[in-house]
């Protein structure tokens, strides 16, 4: 199957600080990704919807100011989550594919925010 | 926000057993998806089901859809102990069109003891 890649795996900043999480997809072409939150013993959560060449499409609710995301490619979306604070440690996931098919994971990023 | 829910949100059965885990869903859907987590980690495809589909197997598993009650089920059959893990359920929201939208049930952990 296809292979998205995300990374880092997990960091650990301190309060204030952005962190970006990057999501590739290796081999297909993604013009959408998808960033979901994850808190522990939950499930995921759509935050946004990443569109390659435009402006993401947030879910009600998620600060755009807050979770920034960009598409510069068709391989590549990121996420960067500004001043940072403890709220915001989560499990962040990336997730690509075509419409009405499966959808591919990245791993996962483990954001721990000290 | 989340689609649907899923029973139980914990399972605890011995290997060799079967292990079956519901979902249910509030809108119509183009198809429904399964996919497991392991601690920590990315989401693994399982299996799709679509709107005008019944029922589908692959390999030990075996997923049913109820359009009428908005509902699915996953059977796992002689589970092993490498089937812990978390189990979602995952619907493509009718009308979504090509976003590839895709909205994830509460989730049910399984526990399958050696």
């Known amino acids: 199957g296809a292979v998205v890649s995300q990374h880092p795996s997990w960091v650990i900043c301190k309060s204030g600080t952005s962190v970006k999480i990057e999501c590739r997809s290796l081999?297909?072409?993604?013009?959408?990704m998808f960033w979901y939150r994850q808190f522990p013993k939950q499930s995921l959560m759509l935050m946004a919807t990443?569109?390659?060449?435009?402006?993401?499409?947030?879910e009600q609710g998620v600060e755009k100011d807050k979770f920034l995301i960009n598409h510069a490619s068709l391989t590549l979306s990121t996420l960067t989550v500004t001043s940072a604070h403890p709220e915001d440690s989560s499990f962040y996931i990336c997730?690509?594919?075509?419409?009405?098919?499966?959808?591919?994971f990245g791993q996962g990023t483990r954001l721990t925010v000290v | 926000s989340q689609q649907g829910e899923e029973d139980p949100q914990a399972l605890s059965i011995q290997e060799g057993e079967n292990a079956t885990m519901n979902c249910s869903y509030k809108?119509?859907?183009?198809?429904l998806q399964w996919y497991r987590q392991n601690s920590g980690r990315g989401l693994v495809h399982l299996i799709l089901i679509r709107s005008n589909e019944r029922e589908k197997h692959s390999g030990r598993l075996r997923v049913t859809l109820d359009t009428s009650k908005k509902s699915s089920s996953l059977l796992i059959t002689a589970s092993r102990a490498a089937d812990t893990a978390s189990y979602f359920c995952?619907?493509?929201?009718?009308?979504?069109?090509?976003?590839?939208?895709?909205?994830f049930g509460q989730g049910t952990t399984l526990q399958v003891k050696p």
């Open positions: 081999d297909f072409q993604a013009t959408t």
């Open positions: 997730r690509a594919g075509p419409p009405n098919t499966e959808a591919f």
């Open positions: 990443s569109n390659e060449g435009s402006k993401a499409t947030y």
């Open positions: 995952a619907t493509v929201p009718e009308g979504s069109g090509n976003t590839g939208k895709l909205i």
């Open positions: 809108t119509s859907i183009n198809n």
